[in-house]
């Protein structure tokens, strides 16, 4: 089977070497075929030792080059993502790419249902947990619809920045374009977006990124206050793609923005083959999560 390229943006937090090493574990347990795979890097003066390559399972690190600049989870993943999809079809034209959070995890294979979707519909641009969630419910996208909005105007105003983020040329104007033409596309909802945590991008779309010119900057993204998420979702719209959710059972993304969307044992027993947000579950402490999902594939 071809290559199906990863890319993973990483935090600066303390834990995210285990939680990279972890989600690794899990992904090459139900994919042994997944990869390459890219971990861009956050954290200052890349001082962490990252899990290293093995024979056919490629592990590339770069670093965050926002340096810095914006807020880490909004602008810091769009820039991650822009140049993990870059990365991605320089290793693995032409192939699906997935994208992963460092608290999210693999529990089930997904090669074969994300093939066929992306074979199967050519408008697709982002599959993922969309526009409901697993138990069948509409997502609130208001919050981000507001804040898209605010990204379309000619000066971005950030209270609690430093300084006024200017949006009249450079890098901002850039990001101002692809705005607006996502939101003068037809049937685009402001802020409609699959949850980045776990999502894959469609070689179309990939291909459709690199021509728009939407990789030869990822750090255009940097001072926004919208996440990758959000940004995908606005470039697919401009793009002239749609995002197609993939929640049902026995579909790969099973996904709930805070904490999981059932209890560990029916996520499996569902047939689902991502779960996100271990660190944030109400009803669970992560370690004890990570070792229910880590006995099963140990038990396999």
């Known amino acids: 089977m071809s290559p199906l390229p990863v890319v993973v943006p990483v935090g600066p937090g303390s834990r995210e070497v285990a939680r990279v090493a972890d989600l690794l574990a899990s992904l090459h347990h139900h994919e042994p075929d997944a990869g390459p795979v890219l971990l861009v890097d956050d954290a200052p003066q890349q001082r962490r030792v990252w899990p290293g390559s093995q024979p056919g399972r490629a592990v590339e690190v770069l670093p965050n080059p926002r340096n810095g600049r914006g807020v880490g989870t909004f602008g810091g993943v769009c820039t991650a993502t822009l140049l993990g999809l870059r990365w991605a079809r320089s290793r693995a034209p032409g192939e699906p790419v997935l994208r992963l959070d460092t608290d999210a ?10 093939r066929a979707a992306v074979a199967g519909d050519p408008k697709a641009g982002v599959l993922g947990a969309c526009r409901r969630t697993p138990d069948g419910q509409l997502r609130d996208v208001r919050r981000w619809a507001a804040m898209v909005r605010r990204h379309a105007g000619p000066v971005w105003v950030w209270r609690t920045a430093p300084h006024v983020q200017r949006a009249l040329h450079g890098r901002n104007a850039a990001v ?62 401009a793009l002239g793609f749609e995002l197609r959710g993939m929640v049902a059972e026995g579909e790969p993304f099973g996904l709930r923005h ?30 004890a999560l990570r070792a229910f999902f880590a006995a099963r594939r140990e038990a396999r």
């Open 105 to 114: 995890l693999v529990i089930g294979a997904f090669a074969g249902s994300v």
């Open 176 to 237: 101002r374009r692809e705005v607006r033409a996502g939101l003068r596309a037809r049937g685009y909802t402001p802020g409609t977006h699959c949850m980045a945590a776990a999502c894959v991008v469609t070689p179309r779309m990939v291909a459709a990124m690199a021509g728009a010119g939407m990789f030869d900057d990822p750090l255009r993204w940097t001072d926004a206050r919208i996440g990758d998420d959000v940004m995908l979702g606005l470039q697919a719209a």
């Open 258 to 287: 805070v904490g999981l969307a059932d209890t560990p044992q029916r996520l499996v027993d569902r047939g689902f083959a991502f779960v996100h947000s271990l660190k944030n579950d109400p009803g669970h402490d992560e370690d």
